[in-house]
C-alpha cells in the first residue's frame, strides 16, 4: 500500500503565500512514481491543479494557477511540494496529494493514490 500524508494547509489572506508537502510512504511505494494534486472546493467537483514527473523533468499546472503555484518534489525524502504564491479566495479548497504507478505525469490520468487532504482557507 502507498500512504500520502499533506501538510501545510491553513487559513490565509489574499496575495499570501502557502507551501504544502505531501510524504509519501508504503511498502509498495515507488520514487518512480508520478506525484500531483487536485483539490475541491465547496459545492464544486474536484480539479485538477498540478503534477510532475518522477524525475521532475515535468511539471503541468491548471490555466487557474500557472504562474503563481509551482510543484516540486524530492525523491531522497519522498515528498511533493506545492508553493502557492499569489493566493486568492478562488484557492479555497481541499488539496488532495496524489500519486500514480507511472513515471508520467498530467492532468489526463487517473491517479491510484490520495491522500486525506489538507484545507486552504484564502480570505478577501
Known amino acids: 500500500q502507498v500512504q500520502l500524508v499533506e501538510s501545510g494547509g491553513g487559513l490565509v489572506q489574499a496575495e499570501d503565500s502557502l507551501r504544502l508537502s505531501c510524504a509519501a510512504s508504503g511498502r509498495t511505494f515507488s520514487r518512480s512514481y508520478a506525484m500531483g494534486w487536485f483539490r475541491q472546493a465547496p459545492g464544486k467537483e474536484r480539479e485538477f491543479v498540478a503534477a510532475?514527473?518522477?524525475?521532475?523533468?515535468?511539471?503541468y499546472y491548471a490555466d487557474s494557477v500557472k504562474g503563481r503555484f509551482t510543484i516540486s518534489r524530492d525523491n531522497a525524502k519522498n515528498t511533493v511540494y506545492l508553493q502557492m504564491n499569489s493566493l486568492k479566495p478562488e484557492d479555497t479548497a481541499v488539496y488532495y496529494c496524489v500519486s500514480r504507478r507511472s513515471e508520467v505525469a498530467g492532468p489526463q490520468y487517473e491517479y491510484e493514490y490520495w491522500g486525506q487532504g489538507t484545507q486552504v482557507t484564502v480570505s478577501k
Open positions: 510532475i514527473s518522477w524525475s521532475g523533468g515535468s511539471t
